[in-house]
């Protein structure tokens, strides 16, 4: 069975465990995408019509329980011959492993699972359910210590089918009740027994009754008392061993009323007031009529005496009236029912035994709903809550008993509130096939389903987002289903580049959405400086949003080697006349005609130099300085390949060098 799929939904993972009925496999359920446990059932039903429709019957109307104590059963369904139930997966041990690993437990820690599963078995017969097979090993706790009853329906389902296969009696013998045990059938107050069995075994680590054979430990049930957990643990108050006896009562009228009355005495159970309450003592009626059951396995009870013979007992005989008073027999029987038709009458017309029509409140609020039933007379025993497709949350669904029919005032009804309609746990579908995910939605009934196609990294046709997100509760038949699906990466029909400068690069970058680099400069002899000479991918290729684009930049017409010519001049100082000639000569009067020409002062002379080469024109001035003496000037011309150079120097406004070259003057 391990990696099977059944019904093309359950992947088996792994085998959990099995017993007699069944085996108990790990699955995951691909559509709801959870962990589900999958009882397949020990019978083949193919020549059982009959038979399989009453389990399929039975075991669907197991479905309906809903309580946190109570193993969920999602589904019943068949795979060729299997007949299986997918059942809620409670991670953890059965009672009976806890029991063999912790057990016995004191009280106080036996009475809170105690209350659990009474709980729990009050819900079930509420809702009509008897489980009939209320074992340890049908328990489940969970990893927090909480407990869950399971295989509700499954007695009831099988109990022909086991019985018509084995005849013999359904349910382990060790947590019969003695009315199964004689082969009666099994009601509420059976389950009611096999409860008290699981607490005498949480409170002592063991079974009450032991024998060699099944038949032995059915006769116990049926004749031997529940022993005392008192004598095996003296700690144990009085109270509750009482709820030990009294749950299991071989009569099971003296039992619980219900598993309501249980609950209500658990509750008080470990209350001071209580711890030492008189021991529970049965009442037999001893003229009762008694149906002993017939047993095979007799040999250990020979010592049991015989029943002793009474004779019957003699009546006189009433002495014969004389004629005359017979007569007066129907005057007097005359009046005597008379009499009882008054009183009938009068019975039925007092408030008490009058009968009232139960009046239809759905879909009135429940403030409402109240007010009619108890106007006319009832009593709101219970409010159940329930999902309903037809009325909406707050709305009354219905009563037990009936509307309209016609019941005494002060009968208990139980009324039904709507909670809305069903919820269903989204599961989680992204990062899934879009094809794959749809053939899965078919088998529910959404109101819709609906693909939005967006371009993404995602591989085409996956899941990116889903609304309703995972998890969230709806309703099928209300919701919009949205999925949200990539159809791959956005491709893009790539413009040429060629002539852009950076500018219009970082603008096109925006627009397109692609990464534009310029990877790398060349010098270029037909592209201007700036501006790009090459791309790649190549123009009008599909290219994915946001793709890398490489651009070569031009840095313009490459250099031509440069030669240098280092010139250096000498500069004179040449003296100038400041004065006229009659000025000279008017000075000349009041100085020393000796006086040395040396000693005359010198005035600096501006010296302009202008430069044609590469990097300079003669346009503009190069350098400019002051001479007071002879001076030379290192000059450099650089030239390229083809091209003149020279220099000119100026003395004032008057040129003292000019000189010019060619490129191949340099060295």
Known sequence: MIGNRLSGRYEILRFIGGGGMSRVYLAHDIILDREVAIKILNYDFSNEEDLKRRFMREAHSATSLTHPHIVDIYDVDEDGTLHYLVM???????????????????????VPIMQQLVSAISNAHYNGIIHRDI???????????????????IAMALSATMHTRTNSVLGTVHYLSPEQARGGMATKKSDIYSLGIVFYELLTGELP??????????????????PSVRKLYPSIPQSVENVIFKSTAKDAITRYKSADEMQEDLATILSAERANEKVFSLTYDDDATRAIPAITDTSKFGSVEKTKAHPP??????????????????????????????????????PGFQKIAIPDVSNLDEAEAVDLLEEKGFIIEKRIEQNSDEFETGKAIRTVPEAEKRRP?????????SIGKETTELADYTNRDIDQVMDILKNYEFKSVVQNPVYSDEPVGTIIEQEPKAGEKIVLADTDFLLTVSKGKELRVLDSLIGYDENKLSEYAKTSGFDIVIVRKEHSSTVEKGLVISQNPAAETEVVKGGKIEVVQSKGPEEKPVRYILETVAIDYVPEELESESEAEDKDKDKDK???????????QVIRVYIEDRKNSMAVLFDEFEITEKTERRITIELEEGKRGGYRIMRGSKEIADKSFDYDDAD
């Open 409 to 417: 005032s002060k009968t208990l009804i139980t009324l039904y509130l």
């Open 135 to 153: 074992k340890p090993q049908n328990i489940l706790m969970d990893l927090d210590g909480n407990v869950k009853i399971t295989d509700f329906g």
């Open 594 to 604: 000796d006086k040395d020409k040396d000693e005359v002062e010198k005035v600096p």
């Open 313 to 350: 007992i003699e009546v006189e005989e009433t002495p014969e009236l004389p004629e005359k008073r017979k007569r007066k027999k129907w005057p007097i029987f005359a009046a005597i029912l008379g009499g009882l038709a008054i009183t009938v009458i009068l019975l039925l017309f007092l």
């Open 209 to 226: 009754f032991s024998g060699e054979s099944a038949v032995s430990i059915a006769l116990k049930h049926l004749q031997e008392d529940i």
């Open 88 to 110: 809620e997966y409670v991670e953890g041990q059965t009672l009976k492993e806890f029991i063999v690993s912790d057990g016995p437990l004191t009280p106080e820690r036996a």
